[in-house]
Nanobody, 126 residues
Framework: VQLQASGGGLVQAGGSLRLSCVAS????????MGWFRQAPGKEREFVAA????????DYADSVRGRFTITSDNAKSTVYLQMNSLKPEDTAVYYC????????????????????WGRGTLVTVSS
């Protein structure tokens, strides 16, 4: 599967952005999906994840209540709605996928994902 993330940009603190990740290749509903981010000088970290059915989601504590991950299997797209953005949310955001037959949940660990998009930059100004 190929993943293409988009929707990043420059926003003021308190603003919102919606990231999209379009999956091509195998049907998106066969994958569990995750969003990660990497700030300059830091390791890539987990942000949110969703099971292929959309029935279960998981969030990092730092974004819970502000970010929402959803999926539209008909469009093979996963979204990350980001509200109340903070300067510390500034990072390159990546979407990732793992086949649900391989891992039956949406993991938090980067090493569990087999496919990665190129990333989209989110910059939050104070």
């Amino acid at each position: 599967v190929q993943l293409q993330a988009s929707g990043g940009g420059l926003v003021q603190a308190g603003g919102s952005l919606r990231l999209s990740c379009v999956a091509s290749g195998r049907p998106a509903f066969t994958y569990n999906m995750g969003w990660f981010r990497q700030a300059p000088g830091k390791e890539r970290e987990f942000v949110a994840a969703i099971r292929r059915s959309g029935s279960a989601t998981d969030y990092a504590d730092s974004v819970r209540g502000r970010f929402t991950i959803t999926s539209d299997n008909a469009k093979s797209t996963v979204y990350l709605q980001m509200n109340s953005l903070k300067p510390e949310d500034t990072a390159v955001y990546y979407c990732a996928a793992v086949q649900s037959v391989v891992i039956g949940y949406a993991p938090r660990e980067t090493g569990e994902y087999h496919y990665w998009g190129r990333g989209t930059l989110v910059t939050v100004s104070s």
